[in-house]
T-cell receptor, first 112, second 116 residues
Framework: NAGVTQTPKFRILKIGQSMTLQCTQD?????MYWYRQDPGMGLKLIYY???????DKGEVPNGYNVSRSTTEDFPLRLELAAPSQTSVYFC???????????FGPGTRLTVT | AQSVTQLGSHVSVSEGALVLLRCNYS??????LFWYVQYPNQGLQLLLK??????LVKGINGFEAEFKKSETSFHLTKPSAHMSDAAEYFC??????????????FGTGTKLQVIP
């Protein structure tokens, strides 16, 4: 099992460009999350999904969009990249009734 | 509302010395508490979790944490630090949100440096 995979590992974007961060899990978990991690700030929830076809906003959703067409995939879309979106992005997942979240290795994004 | 406070953004210990990383929480309901470890350029990995069973929780790599309700604390300890313990550690509290998802609040992290 690969667990939770994220692509790309690194990306540099220019202001105004768009991109999609990919997250795939092979654990058959219902719940999936996108977090961003900024130095000294811990992790902040961007969006989450409780199952295929169901998504909702977290604490810091502005500037992002998500979709969940399958159990396995939960892509995060940045439409108009801004310097404030420079961060490390983590995808996480867990199964119903479990409290342990499994994290992907992260995507380091720089917007200049 | 729930929150987590980690005391000390950086902690240095000598190899072989006691590791103590402090975490205090606030939660309006009985909390579920976690410690995660993050090695450089990696995602977070669960060290241990408290889910209302035994108050002394043992985790991987020799770490343990004690849930103290009266002090609202969940400090992480290890009797003898190893060089491989150098990493960033996050305390987290979680509960089930009314929207049906697990709301996890992370602390701001403590970077542990181990000095040879």
């Amino acid at each position: 099992n690969a667990g939770v995979t994220q692509t790309p590992k690194f990306r540099i974007l220019k202001i105004g460009q768009s991109m999609t961060l990919q997250c795939t899990q092979d654990m058959n978990h219902n719940y999936m999350y996108w977090y961003r991690q900024d130095p000294g700030m811990g992790l902040k929830l961007i969006y989450y999904s409780v199952g295929a076809g169901i998504t909702d906003k977290g604490e810091v959703p502005n500037g992002y969009n998500v979709s969940r067409s399958t159990t396995e995939d939960f892509p995060l879309r940045l439409e108009l990249a801004a310097p404030s979106q420079t961060s490390v992005y983590f995808c996480a997942t867990h199964t119903s009734g479990s409290y342990e979240q499994y994290f992907g290795p992260g995507t380091r994004l720089t917007v200049t | 509302a729930q929150s987590v406070t980690q005391l000390g953004s950086h902690v240095s210990v000598s190899e072989g010395a006691l590791v103590l990383l402090r975490c205090n929480y606030s939660s309006s309901v009985p909390p579920y508490l976690f410690w995660y470890v993050q090695y450089p350029n990696q995602g977070l990995q669960l060290l241990l979790k408290y889910t209302s069973a035994a108050t002394l929780v043992k985790g991987i790599n020799g770490f343990e944490a004690e849930f103290k309700k009266s002090e609202t604390s969940f400090h992480l300890t290890k009797p003898s630090a190893h060089m491989s313990d150098a990493a960033e550690y996050f305390c987290a509290v979680s509960g089930w949100n009314s929207g049906g998802y697990q709301k996890v609040t992370f602390g701001t992290g403590t970077k542990l440096q181990v000095i040879p």
